[in-house]
């Protein structure tokens, strides 16, 4: 038991500061599901999962290899239409409309709930052009509008300070850090309330890695973010709220993070925590 509570004291130490607490913010759902079911062919990879998740805060998805996390995150904006083996079951709702009605543009969609890849995936343009793309498909800004809002995304996303000067050179020149920070550039210049996030550190060095960390604590004053992520001292750290998904693909408990890392209800994920699996 001692060395539960040592184990366990790892994380709680890490539970975020004051600096980051945003407990006391209204919660306003902006995205739920509703007893969401996905498969992949006859494999079940969600099972009868609901969840709140709510406005302008940090909601950290964690469980183990398989139990789901891509495919959850994925359900949400719809990526999942483009396995064609996949199929969803129960509602996801954002302000509460289901994302899986007929009526429903999912290119739309994503303009509004975008997404950030484990590893960073700029286009194989210039630094200006990959920010740029979404909003030239959106089509509503002239060249100036197009410079400021460019600008805007690249500050935004706290890369401004060190690609100013040379827009013009090719993403791809950039340091992994700063491709990420690219990609939350590129994701934040439509204008979108959700971001996505499936394990956006987990390709990075330690350095890179905590400067993505500050920049989702900023980004969620304008944005609400859900983080996929295999490493539970950042969840604790940059989460405000924390579901544990398991093997299975069943959501078995999501509440604030302290209380996931603190005093968790389920056994299952008091075991998940202190490392006795996964
Ligand atoms: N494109 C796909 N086609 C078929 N099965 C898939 C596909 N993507 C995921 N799966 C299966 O669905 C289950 C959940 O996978 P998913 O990637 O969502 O889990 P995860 O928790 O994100 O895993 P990890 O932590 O390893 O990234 C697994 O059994 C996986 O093999």
């Known amino acids: 038991m ?3 509570d040592n184990e366990r004291a790892l994380i709680t130490t890490e539970v975020q500061t004051e600096s980051t607490d945003r407990s006391d913010r209204p919660d306003e759902t902006v995205l739920e599901a509703r007893t969401l079911d996905v498969y992949y062919g006859e494999d079940q990879a969600l ?17 183990p290899s398989g139990c789901g996390k891509s495919t959850f995150l994925r359900s949400i904006n719809r990526m999942n239409d483009q396995i064609d083996a996949c199929r969803v079951d129960g509602e996801l709702s954002f302000h509460g409309k289901n994302v899986y ?4 543009d999912p290119v739309a969609l994503r303009r509004k709930i975008g997404q950030v890849f484990q590893k960073p995936n700029p286009f194989p343009k210039s630094i200006y052009d990959n920010v740029a793309y979404g909003l030239r498909v959106q089509g509503e800004l002239d060249e100036g509008g197009m410079d400021d809002a460019v600008e805007e995304a690249l500050r935004g ?8 000067g040379k827009l013009d050179s090719s993403g791809l020149d950039l340091s992994g850090g700063q491709q990420q920070r690219l990609c939350i550039a590129r994701a934040i210049a439509t204008d979108p309330e959700v971001i996505l996030m499936d394990e956006p550190t987990s390709a990075l060095d330690p350095v890179a890695a905590s400067k993505i960390e500050d920049l989702i604590d900023e980004l969620v004053e304008e944005y ?21 998904f398991l093997t299975g693909g069943s959501l078995v408990e999501e509440d604030d993070t302290a209380t996931i890392f603190e005093d968790p209800r389920d056994d299952r994920v008091e075991d998940y925590i ?3 699996f996964g």
């Open 274 to 276: 202190t490392g006795k």
């Open 47 to 63: 099972t009868d999962v609901s969840i709140e998740i709510p406005e302008h805060k940090v909601t950290a998805i964690i469980g």
């Open 2 to 4: 001692a060395t539960q």
């Open 101 to 104: 009605d007929d009526d429903v």
């Open 224 to 244: 609400t973010v859900v983080i996929v992520t295999h490493n539970m001292q950042q969840a604790a750290r940059i989460s405000d709220r924390t579901a544990v």
């Open 157 to 164: 996303a706290a890369l401004w300070d060190e690609v100013e």
